[in-house]
Protein backbone atom coordinates (compact mmCIF):
# COMPACT_ATOMS: atom_id res chain seq x y z
CA UNK A 1 0.00 0.00 0.00
CA UNK A 2 1.26 3.38 -1.14
CA UNK A 3 1.73 5.79 1.21
CA UNK A 4 0.22 9.40 0.96
CA UNK A 5 1.41 12.64 1.04
CA UNK A 6 0.80 13.28 4.24
CA UNK A 7 1.65 10.06 5.91
CA UNK A 8 4.98 10.56 4.18
CA UNK A 9 5.49 14.15 5.51
CA UNK A 10 4.64 13.25 9.11
CA UNK A 11 7.32 10.51 9.34
CA UNK A 12 9.62 12.98 7.63
CA UNK A 13 9.06 15.11 10.67
CA UNK A 14 9.64 12.23 12.83
CA UNK A 15 12.93 11.52 11.52
CA UNK A 16 13.99 15.75 11.17
CA UNK A 17 13.30 14.60 15.62
CA UNK A 18 15.16 11.50 15.41
CA UNK A 19 18.26 13.01 13.00
CA UNK A 20 18.91 16.24 15.50
CA UNK A 21 18.42 13.70 18.07
CA UNK A 22 21.92 11.49 16.72
CA UNK A 23 23.16 14.63 15.84
CA UNK A 24 23.31 16.24 18.71
CA UNK A 25 24.53 12.51 20.41
CA UNK A 26 27.33 12.69 18.41
CA UNK A 27 27.85 16.15 18.57
CA UNK A 28 28.35 16.05 22.41
CA UNK A 29 30.87 12.78 22.31
CA UNK A 30 32.88 14.39 19.56
CA UNK A 31 33.31 17.86 21.89
CA UNK A 32 34.10 15.69 24.68
CA UNK A 33 36.45 13.32 22.67
CA UNK A 34 37.92 16.45 21.33
CA UNK A 35 38.95 18.10 24.73
CA UNK A 36 40.54 14.89 25.85
CA UNK A 37 42.90 14.44 22.57
CA UNK A 38 43.82 17.95 22.95
CA UNK A 39 44.47 17.05 26.82
CA UNK A 40 46.68 14.23 26.05
CA UNK A 41 48.42 15.84 23.05
CA UNK A 42 49.38 18.84 24.57
CA UNK A 43 50.70 16.29 27.53
CA UNK A 44 52.71 14.37 25.46
CA UNK A 45 54.64 17.54 23.57
CA UNK A 46 54.87 19.60 27.33
CA UNK A 47 56.44 16.87 29.61
CA UNK A 48 59.62 16.11 27.50
CA UNK A 49 60.22 19.64 26.59
CA UNK A 50 59.87 20.88 30.21
CA UNK A 51 61.96 17.81 31.60
CA UNK A 52 64.85 18.43 28.49
CA UNK A 53 64.73 22.24 29.56
CA UNK A 54 65.33 21.67 33.14
CA UNK A 55 68.39 19.71 32.26
CA UNK A 56 69.61 21.57 29.65
CA UNK A 57 69.76 25.25 31.55
CA UNK A 58 72.02 26.74 33.63
CA UNK A 59 70.13 28.67 35.98
CA UNK A 60 67.78 25.95 37.43
CA UNK A 61 71.22 24.43 38.73
CA UNK A 62 71.17 27.39 41.29
CA UNK A 63 68.10 25.91 42.75
CA UNK A 64 68.64 22.34 43.21
CA UNK A 65 66.18 21.85 45.75
CA UNK A 66 63.51 23.53 43.55
CA UNK A 67 64.74 21.39 40.39
CA UNK A 68 64.28 18.38 42.31
CA UNK A 69 60.65 19.26 42.70
CA UNK A 70 60.05 20.17 39.44
CA UNK A 71 61.06 16.64 38.64
CA UNK A 72 58.63 15.19 40.86
CA UNK A 73 56.04 17.27 40.11
CA UNK A 74 56.67 16.08 35.69
CA UNK A 75 57.25 12.98 36.81
CA UNK A 76 53.64 12.71 38.21
CA UNK A 77 52.33 14.85 35.12
CA UNK A 78 54.45 12.06 33.20
CA UNK A 79 52.97 9.11 34.52
CA UNK A 80 48.87 10.96 34.20
CA UNK A 81 50.13 11.46 30.82
CA UNK A 82 50.82 7.71 30.02
CA UNK A 83 48.18 6.67 31.78
CA UNK A 84 45.79 9.19 29.74
CA UNK A 85 47.92 8.08 26.08
CA UNK A 86 47.19 3.96 27.13
CA UNK A 87 43.35 4.85 28.07
CA UNK A 88 42.87 6.74 24.82
CA UNK A 89 44.85 3.92 22.74
CA UNK A 90 42.73 1.36 24.66
CA UNK A 91 39.49 3.39 24.21
CA UNK A 92 39.73 4.47 20.65
CA UNK A 93 39.59 7.89 21.44
CA UNK A 94 40.76 9.14 17.73
CA UNK A 95 38.69 6.45 15.99
CA UNK A 96 35.48 7.60 17.81
CA UNK A 97 36.38 11.42 17.46
CA UNK A 98 36.62 11.19 13.58
CA UNK A 99 32.99 8.81 13.49
CA UNK A 100 31.47 11.05 15.79
CA UNK A 101 32.27 13.54 13.03
CA UNK A 102 31.09 12.04 10.08
CA UNK A 103 27.90 11.02 12.31
CA UNK A 104 27.12 14.65 12.96
CA UNK A 105 27.70 15.57 9.16
CA UNK A 106 25.55 12.35 8.04
CA UNK A 107 22.87 13.46 10.76
CA UNK A 108 22.45 16.58 9.76
CA UNK A 109 22.32 15.97 5.63
CA UNK A 110 19.74 14.00 6.52
CA UNK A 111 17.96 15.93 9.42
CA UNK A 112 17.99 18.94 5.78
CA UNK A 113 16.89 16.36 3.91
CA UNK A 114 14.00 15.05 6.21
CA UNK A 115 13.27 18.50 6.74
CA UNK A 116 13.07 19.47 2.93
CA UNK A 117 10.20 16.41 2.06
CA UNK A 118 8.60 17.23 5.17
CA UNK A 119 7.75 20.71 4.17
CA UNK A 120 6.88 19.19 0.97
CA UNK A 121 9.73 21.23 -1.08
CA UNK A 122 11.35 17.82 -2.46
CA UNK A 123 11.43 16.83 -5.82
CA UNK A 124 9.73 13.59 -6.93
CA UNK A 125 8.48 12.81 -3.72
CA UNK A 126 7.45 9.12 -3.53
CA UNK A 127 11.52 8.90 -4.84
CA UNK A 128 13.21 11.38 -2.33
CA UNK A 129 11.13 9.24 0.53
CA UNK A 130 12.51 6.12 -0.19
CA UNK A 131 15.90 7.15 -1.12
CA UNK A 132 15.87 8.78 2.67
CA UNK A 133 14.55 6.25 4.09
CA UNK A 134 17.30 3.68 2.83
CA UNK A 135 20.36 6.47 3.85
CA UNK A 136 18.49 6.28 7.23
CA UNK A 137 18.98 2.57 7.87
CA UNK A 138 22.45 2.52 7.46
CA UNK A 139 23.09 5.63 9.28
CA UNK A 140 21.56 3.75 11.97
CA UNK A 141 23.11 0.93 11.43
CA UNK A 142 26.17 2.37 11.80
CA UNK A 143 25.55 4.23 14.67
CA UNK A 144 23.87 1.46 16.56
CA UNK A 145 26.91 0.14 17.35
CA UNK A 146 28.14 3.06 19.16
CA UNK A 147 26.75 1.97 22.97
CA UNK A 148 24.20 4.96 23.17
CA UNK A 149 22.99 5.40 26.57
CA UNK A 150 19.54 6.00 27.53
CA UNK A 151 20.27 9.74 29.32
CA UNK A 152 22.06 9.87 25.72
CA UNK A 153 18.67 8.90 23.69
CA UNK A 154 16.90 11.31 26.21
CA UNK A 155 19.35 14.56 25.42
CA UNK A 156 19.34 13.70 21.76
CA UNK A 157 15.57 13.46 21.79
CA UNK A 158 15.19 16.85 23.91
CA UNK A 159 17.71 18.16 21.21
CA UNK A 160 14.84 16.77 18.19
CA UNK A 161 12.11 18.15 19.95
CA UNK A 162 12.65 21.58 20.64
CA UNK A 163 13.98 21.89 17.49
CA UNK A 164 10.80 21.05 15.86
CA UNK A 165 8.97 22.54 18.65
CA UNK A 166 6.70 18.43 18.95
CA UNK A 167 5.31 17.85 22.22
CA UNK A 168 6.92 14.67 23.73
CA UNK A 169 4.96 11.40 24.36
CA UNK A 170 4.83 12.96 28.10
CA UNK A 171 2.71 16.00 26.43
CA UNK A 172 4.86 18.78 26.78
CA UNK A 173 7.82 20.58 24.35
CA UNK A 174 11.05 20.61 26.00
CA UNK A 175 12.20 24.25 26.59
CA UNK A 176 15.88 22.93 27.80
CA UNK A 177 18.37 20.98 26.15
CA UNK A 178 19.43 19.71 30.09
CA UNK A 179 17.32 17.67 31.28
CA UNK A 180 15.65 19.32 34.70
CA UNK A 181 17.47 19.17 37.81
CA UNK A 182 14.09 18.64 40.21
CA UNK A 183 12.12 16.87 37.39
CA UNK A 184 8.09 17.70 38.08
CA UNK A 185 6.82 15.25 35.58
CA UNK A 186 8.87 12.33 34.61
CA UNK A 187 9.27 10.67 31.41
CA UNK A 188 11.22 8.05 29.87
CA UNK A 189 12.04 9.19 26.59
CA UNK A 190 12.39 12.85 26.97
CA UNK A 191 13.95 12.97 30.60
CA UNK A 192 11.19 14.47 32.10
CA UNK A 193 10.22 17.88 32.27
Known amino acids: ?30 RVLKARVKIRDFLSV ?16 KYPDYKNLALVLLSIVGVFQVLMSAWSLVSKWDEDLAYSSRAVRDNYEQREGWKELAKGQ ?16 LIDSHDSERDISASDRQSGMRA ?19 KPLWVRKPCTVCGGN
Open 122 to 137: APDFAHTFTLMKDRQK
Open 1 to 30: MAMTEQQIQGEAWDNVVHSEGTRTIFEDRG
Open 160 to 178: GLILCQRPCVCGIVPQSAK
Open 46 to 61: FVPIVVAFIYSTDWIA
